[in-house]
């Protein structure tokens, strides 16, 4: 294996957001799935229930549910399947929901407390279960772990973490749930950062392209029709006389439902999501394999680990062994020039010990960011359907999203229609309104109340 010191040779990441996809060979997960199917592109014309655009977990999640209960799927990625944030990105699923509290306080004036807490604590903790549920009865390969630690990066944050770890309680997680110390949590970290933090072992942590592939796998062996390389160009709507119908170079699907699944890195109908999602950019570290000694020093317990700041950063170790380090959310949209350059200094803060530690892969990913971070779910005219914005916090959210939308397509809509009722305001002003925004919270103590200032939690 090569080993390439990043620090002297990392190529310039490119300037374009759509960019992000196309560079997939230089991620570890990639690297991983050497052994992934591949998909033809489309040619000709399908005709199914529902045609998914978008091969992350938002749209493999989605296809897979929908065959599960009998639908005929169809679903076109522009590149390989993962490419997106779903490829890159830091492979925790928690109970971090984004946008909690604006939704909290929608969903209790919508519904009422009750129902309020009930779809929040689902929304928090059901995707673990579902997903280590769905790895096992498929079989996928994806080095799942248990066990998240939430650290405190300064004293203040302890009050937040403790409420945080009695909403775990409260969903009956008492005997995975605990709250460390300084002391216990050094005792599993080698750092000298962080005041406590709370440890959690119903949360995981995974390599995500490896879990997407497995899905996606999963999806065609329940007769769902996937093409790789087949970017969806326009969508004609459905009418009365006829179904929707979604054309790429050179094909077309015609379906009764267009789930829009492309997230961050999807331009089709932008019209409707300007100003309530923006595309920011985050970026990964994989280190060299380190050998045993090294790990049991600095994560004896193989935890997946982030910090309580709102540009936060967030690392485990992988299946190989790697330190998987990420952090540095750009929300200005345009790459991080130098990711290793950033991180690195980061990492070595973290971990004092792997001071040069050799980095083999650098990347960053596109995620979308939604003003008061409530993931966006909703309905277009014409038979569209679209699910995107999880805020950095997608893994989890997006199977849960995934499940609601495949309930809702077979008459419970239920949790589909609580989604698609939560207000996301327009950001006026587009992108550089919320670089500003967050520019200006990320540099203040007072983030969360700017936020709030600019009305974005409402
Ligand atoms: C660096 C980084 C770190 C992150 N870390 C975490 C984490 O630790 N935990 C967590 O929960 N979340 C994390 N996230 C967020 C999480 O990865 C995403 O929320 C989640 O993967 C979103 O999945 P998705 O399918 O909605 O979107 P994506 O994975 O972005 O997939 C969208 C797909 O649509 C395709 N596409 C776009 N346009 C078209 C078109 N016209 N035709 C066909 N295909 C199209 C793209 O090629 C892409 O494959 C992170 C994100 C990033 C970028």
Not at 339 to 362: G, S
């Amino acid at each position: 294996m090569v080993v390439k010191d990043l620090r002297r040779s990392q190529q310039a990441v490119t300037a374009t957001a759509a960019s992000c996809a196309g560079a997939s060979a230089a991620t570890w997960y990639r690297s991983t799935a050497t052994d992934a199917p591949t998909y033809s592109e489309l040619t000709g014309t399908l005709d199914v229930d529902v045609a998914i655009v978008g091969g992350g977990h938002t749209g493999v999640a989605t296809a897979l549910e929908l065959c599960e209960r009998g639908s005929s799927v169809a679903l076109l990625e522009r590149g390989r399947i993962g490419d997106g944030a779903t490829g890159r990105n830091g492979g925790q699923v928690t109970g971090s929901l984004s946008g909690l509290a604006a939704m909290r306080k929608q969903l209790t004036k919508n519904l009422g407390q009750g129902a309020a807490d009930e779809l929040i604590q689902a929304l928090r903790w059901e995707a673990q279960t579902l997903i280590r549920e769905r790895v096992r009865r498929y079989g996928i390969q994806c080095g799942l772990r248990t066990g998240h630690l939430h650290t405190a990066w300064r004293p203040d944050d302890i009050d937040d973490l403790k409420r945080d770890l009695d909403s775990a309680f409260k969903a009956g997680l008492e005997d995975k749930v605990q709250w460390l110390d300084r002391e216990q949590v050094h005792e599993r970290l080698e750092t000298p950062l962080y005041h406590g933090g709370v440890l959690n072992h119903h949360n995981l942590h995974l390599n995500s392209l490896a879990l997407c592939i497995g899905e996606a796998q999963a999806a065609a062996q329940l007769g769902a029709v996937l093409h790789e390389h087949s970017e969806v160009l326009s969508i004609d709507d459905a009418k009365s006389s006829a179904r929707a119908q979604v054309r790429t170079r050179a094909g077309a699907v015609r379906a009764e439902t267009v789930i829009l699944a492309g997230n961050a890195y999807h331009q089709l109908r932008r019209s409707h999501f300007r100003g309530r999602m923006f595309p920011a950019v985050l970026g990964n570290l994989a280190t060299v394999p380190l050998d045993d000694d090294t790990l049991n020093a600095i994560n004896p317990e193989r935890l997946a680990v982030y910090d309580s700041r709102l540009v936060l950063d967030y690392y485990r170790i992988t299946e190989d062994n790697r330190l998987l380090f990420g952090g540095g959310t750009n929300y200005s949209g345009r790459d991080l020039h130098d990711v290793a350059t950033k991180l690195l200094p980061r990492l070595e803060r973290t971990f004092p010990r792997l001071k040069r530690v050799p980095i083999e892969f650098a990347w960053t990913g596109l995620a979308g960011i939604v003003p008061n971070r409530i993931p966006l779910v909703g309905r277009l005219k014409g038979g569209l359907i679209y699910a995107q914005g999880y805020s950095g916090h997608g893994i989890a959210t997006s199977h849960l999203v995934a499940r609601a939308i495949a309930d809702a397509l077979h008459d419970e809509p239920h949790t589909f229609d609580m989604l698609t009722a939560l207000h996301h305001p327009r950001l006026p002003g587009g992108q550089a309104t919320l670089t500003t925004a967050m520019l200006l919270a990320v540099g203040s103590d007072h983030a969360k109340s700017l936020i709030q200032k600019l009305k974005l939690g409402k």
